[in-house]
């Protein structure tokens, strides 16, 4: 089993940043490919963006060149800077760890207001 814990998120300004962060515990020697998604309300979850442990990253469209993600192994952890927030990013963030399977973090909220 691999828990995952968020934090970072908040209420901002469109045009503001932020940096959540997730963190990795128990069976973290498993944990090849990590990620981050996002629900928007009415919405289905989305991919944002995600890094292998080699430190190879995959970006949703409407996010590259805004959203940057990075790991550090060292310390079992995923981070997504957040530059240029927009209203349509508001959502639910979501951090996503394969290790011989799916495991989830419990979320967190990014609320960007016009």
């Known amino acids: 089993q691999v828990q995952l814990v968020e934090s970072g998120g908040g209420l901002v300004q469109a045009g503001g940043s932020l940096r959540l962060s997730c963190v990795a515990s128990?069976?973290?020697?498993?944990?090849?490919?990590m990620g981050w998604y996002r629900q928007a309300p009415g919405k289905q979850r989305e991919l944002v963006a995600t890094i292998t442990r080699g430190g190879n990253t995959n970006y949703e469209t409407s996010v590259q060149g805004r959203f940057a993600i990075s790991r550090d192994n060292a310390k079992s952890t995923i981070y997504l800077q957040m530059n240029g927030l927009k209203p349509d990013d508001t959502a639910v963030y979501y951090c996503l760890a394969f290790a011989g399977g799916e495991f989830w973090g419990q979320g967190t909220q990014v609320t960007v207001s016009s």
């Open positions: 128990g069976m973290i020697f498993r944990i090849t490919t």
